[in-house]
């Protein structure tokens, strides 16, 4: 991972465009190509990203560093660097990932066993189907056969979404597995997480808990 203090304005140019005026930011640029920046606020979110896959280009113009991130959609992060305070790189090496509780767990257990749950004629192709960013919760088949990645969560944000993009871009470069299409499952599903996840073509499923247990009549909700 490199990290990078430096005082930059940012230019985001796709379906949307968005501009940051200059001040002191820190951006991250991970492994996976993926590039943040962020603020000395808002936790854990960025104030601008560029998801992988992607490529960052360094140049200069008129002797100012300026950053070119560019994703297949040909949408770019352009951040112009005026004056750099701090860059160094870390080798984190393999994460062991994150440990579920016992209710996501037993959610992936519980859906495993009832994929049905999620349509008529789905089957279970394995849980925890190994990629090399990590394990995809479940991998299976809906009734047309088509390969689908789900991915739970108690509570489902923005992160999970991304979570599960980067799953189908590995996954769908697997010839023996594409096309593979994303489900993203929780118990409660924040709305902004619904918006990204219908613009990366990925389904939301409403769980319930107590339904897949047997102890409700509830009905599953695919969105």
């Given amino acids: 991972m490199r990290l990078v203090i430096a005082r930059c304005s940012v230019d985001y140019a796709g379906r949307l465009t968005a501009h940051l ?30 998801s992988p896959p992607c490529t960052l280009k360094e140049g200069e113009q008129d002797g100012v560093a300026v950053w070119t991130v560019e994703n297949k959609a040909g949408e770019k992060l352009i951040i112009t660097i005026e004056e750099l305070l ?31 749950a999620l349509g008529e004629g789905w089957t279970l192709i394995r849980r925890e189907y190994p990629t090399a960013i990590g394990p995809v919760d479940i991998l299976g088949r809906d009734e047309k056969g088509t390969t689908v990645a789900v991915e739970i969560k108690r509570r489902g944000e923005i992160d999970g979404v991304e979570q599960l993009t980067r799953y189908l871009e590995l996954l769908n470069r697997d010839p023996r597995l594409a096309p593979v299409r994303g489900v993203f499952a929780a118990q409660e599903i924040k709305p902004q997480a619904r918006v990204l996840a219908a613009d990366r073509g990925i389904e939301c499923a409403v769980l319930d808990y107590d339904a897949l247990r047997g102890t409700d009549d509830g009905k599953l909700k695919l969105f």
């Fill in 21 to 50: 005026a200059s001040a002191p930011r820190l951006i991250l640029v991970k492994a996976d190509g993926s590039v943040s920046v962020h603020a000395d606020d808002r936790a854990y979110k960025p104030l601008n990203w560029m």
């Fill in 86 to 116: 701090h860059d160094t790189s870390h080798e984190l090496g393999v994460d062991p990932g994150l440990v579920k509780d016992g209710v996501e767990a037993h959610l992936q257990e519980l859906l495993a066993d009832r994929m049905e």
